[in-house]
């Protein structure tokens, strides 16, 4: 059974800090998500790692995926207050065939103060 | 713009009272996903279908329920709504075949409350 842990699970940082929400899971995942939520709203795709050493980056955000260490991470460079939301990397189990059903982690809530 | 509908986007029902909630999705995926998500708590899938395979998570409880006529729609029927049944109800697609390269596309999501 795929587990997946964040951490941290809150974070405040201040407005052009940089820092990284990190993403451990439990067995193998070919293929590693990242999603934002707001509040009361839906999830929105970030990125999709494909492969071991896969880097992505769209704006201030920066996405990388380690299949050995079992590790990904969302780095964040100059934090700005938009980036204020809560995301959430997710794995597919080996199990879970075609259909790639999706096993979060809990979550990390940023929030970025002026 | 091709997309995920969920309706409604608030739905308040009674304990006990069936309730069914609605997803429709213009992509022409062939899997569709229903996922709960409680006040700040990740998303937890109950089922999804291939197709019209339906496939249920073990720990789903017996008294949600999914109907998909056809491509384009899918249901969740929730039989006999307990107090621990009010959440976000998120629908999500995918393409088979894509290998996971492409991620699911999800709904605005139902938020589901019971009296």
């Known amino acids: 059974e795929l587990k997946v842990e964040q951490n941290p699970l809150f974070l405040s940082m201040q407005e052009g800090k940089n820092y990284t929400i990190y993403c451990n899971y439990s067995t193998t995942s070919d293929r590693l998500y990242w999603y934002r939520q707001d509040p009361g709203k839906s999830l929105e795709s970030l990125f999709v790692?494909?492969?071991?050493?896969a880097v992505k980056q769209e704006g201030r955000l920066m996405a990388s995926l380690d299949t050995k260490a079992r590790l990904s991470t969302l780095h964040i460079t100059a934090a700005v207050h938009d980036l204020s939301a809560t995301y959430f990397c997710a794995g597919t189990p080996p199990s879970s065939g075609s259909a790639r059903q999706l096993t979060f982690g809990s979550g990390t809530q940023l929030t970025v103060l002026p | 713009d091709a997309m995920v509908i969920q309706n409604p986007r608030y739905q308040v029902t009674q304990f006990g009272k069936p309730v069914t909630l609605s997803c429709s999705q213009t992509l022409n995926h062939n899997v569709m996903y229903w996922y709960q998500q409680k006040s700040s708590q990740a998303p937890k899938l109950l089922f999804h279908?291939?197709?019209?395979?339906?496939?249920n998570e073990a720990d789903t409880p017996d008294n949600f329920q999914s109907r998909r006529p056809n491509t384009s729609f899918c249901f969740l029927d929730i039989r006999s709504p307990g107090l621990g049944d009010a959440a976000m109800y998120l629908c999500a697609t995918s393409r088979l075949g894509s290998g996971g390269r492409q991620p699911q596309h999800f709904g605005d999501g139902t938020r589901l409350s019971i009296l």
């Open positions: 279908y291939y197709d019209k395979d339906f496939n």
């Open positions: 790692l494909l492969s071991n050493g």
